[in-house]
């Protein structure tokens, strides 16, 4: 399976933009990166997903680097409820998520 | 509202007396799954399937059983629970084996066997 590797921890202050970061350099060229997010005793949750170009949604901007061995998510403005585990996964067809360990983002107001 | 509907939320059990732990899905999607997570371990993947009828065993599928009859739902059966699996347990659903499509997954079930 395709792996990524993130930072176990991050933190931000609120109102301010977060960037996280997601490395994958063994990303073959039909692989997705999608980012899911585990807010606390919930079940994960869609982020957003992309393959080449930049992505916008309502909840995060993804930003992929042009040899997509890397990528980061962006939160423009964290607020509180933004405080979560963000996972980044590869994912191919047919093939099944791996979730790795995460990154865990403290929002401070 | 889309969603993907696990129950019961909440489950404690005695050590080898058979349960079922039902996940449902309105958003007629093709795919459904079950993970379990665990502190330190993440989430990893039990079963799958990707049409009625069709299943097929993820990375821990020992001391599980599943089935798909039916689109809508994807029940999870432990025939003989035992304390290694108290866990939380969670259900998602996606429209089909797609790379680019979004999943769905349920509130969690926490299951304790004692």
């Known amino acids: 399976d395709a792996k990524t590797t993130q930072p176990n921890s991050m933190e931000s202050n609120e109102e301010e933009p977060v960037h996280l970061p997601c490395n994958h350099s063994?990303?073959?060229?039909?692989?997705?990166i999608h980012w899911y997010r585990q807010l606390p005793s919930q079940g994960p949750e869609y982020v957003i997903h992309?393959?080449?170009s930049n992505v916008n949604n309502r909840m995060a901007s993804l930003a992929i680097a042009e040899d997509r061995k890397s990528s980061t998510l962006i939160l423009h403005r964290a607020t509180l409820r933004d405080a979560a585990v963000y996972y980044c996964?590869?994912?191919?067809?047919?093939?099944?998520?791996?979730f790795g360990p995460g990154t865990r983002l403290s929002v401070l107001p | 509202e889309a969603q993907v509907t696990q129950n019961p939320r909440y489950l404690i059990t005695v050590t080898g007396k058979k349960l079922t732990v039902t996940c449902s899905q309105n958003?007629?999607?093709?795919?459904m799954s079950w993970y379990r997570q665990d502190p330190g371990l993440g989430l990893r993947q039990i079963y799958y399937?990707?049409?009625?009828?069709?299943?097929d065993k993820g990375d821990v599928p020992e001391g599980y059983k599943v089935s798909r009859k039916e689109k809508r739902n994807f029940p999870l059966i432990l025939e003989s629970p035992s304390p290694n699996q108290t866990s939380l347990y969670f259900c998602?659903?996606?429209?089909?084996?797609?790379?680019?499509?979004?999943?769905?997954f349920g509130q969690g079930t926490r299951l304790t066997v004692v």
């Open positions: 998602a659903s996606k429209p089909d084996q797609g790379a680019a499509t979004e999943a769905f």
């Open positions: 063994t990303i073959s060229g039909t692989d997705y």
């Open positions: 992309g393959l080449t």
């Open positions: 996964i590869l994912v191919n067809y047919g093939q099944n998520f791996v």
């Open positions: 958003m007629n999607h093709e795919y």
């Open positions: 399937s990707m049409n009625v009828e069709v299943t």
